[in-house]
């Protein structure tokens, strides 16, 4: 009997102890809302890298990140949104006639949900320390095209999207599209 305790008390440390560990280096995230249609859906649980942006590593084109935006939401807190880099930072990025351009050249936004982009953004440069980040549902994405989110600071940043654990037709490793 003493042993079968003993048993259990070790699985039940062990398990705390992986859970610590993968907790700090890994964070579970439920995508809401429609701004990241058709690639990622309401529902869709992404683990995101901790880690990624450590040790000198910065955000790349492509990368799907989480951050805390400026935005609250009902009970006060400030929301985390999930989007798409588009541009790092010393990049001049501009909207315009429903296409973006970086550095003056049109990106290819096949993966967008209508490939187009609403709005305007006069040229700009991404300011050091930060990135220019876009839904990739365009039409319907409050994203750095607008002053609630504006350019994301890298400090914000609080991972990299990696994988797709849900749903299970979906399950597997996020890479970029740009």
């Not at 859970?19 to 249609?37: H, K, L, N, W, Y």
């Not at 994405?141 to 654990?165: M, P, Q, W, Y």
């Amino acid at each position: 009997m003493k042993e079968n305790r003993k048993e259990w008390l070790k699985a039940i440390t062990n398990g705390i102890v992986a859970a610590v560990i993968v907790i700090q280096f890994i964070m579970p995230t439920m995508v809401e809302g429609i701004s990241m249609e058709p690639n990622f859906e309401g529902g869709d649980y992404l683990l995101v890298s901790k880690q990624a942006y450590t040790n000198g590593k910065t955000p790349q084109r492509g990368d799907v990140v989480v951050f805390v935006s400026h935005q609250k939401d009902q009970d006060g807190k400030y929301k985390k949104l999930i989007k798409r880099v588009i541009a790092l930072p010393g990049d001049m990025v501009a909207v315009e006639g429903g296409k973006v351009y970086i550095n003056g050249k049109e990106t290819d936004d096949d993966y967008t949900k209508d490939g187009i982009t609403n709005g305007e953004v006069a040229p700009v440069v991404v300011p050091e320390g930060s990135v220019f980040c876009l839904g990739d549902n365009r039409l319907h994405s409050t994203d750095s095209r607008f002053l609630e989110v504006g350019f994301v600071k890298e400090d914000t940043i609080e991972g990299k999207a990696f994988f797709r654990v849900y749903p299970f037709s979906k399950f597997g490793k996020i890479g970029r599209l740009l």
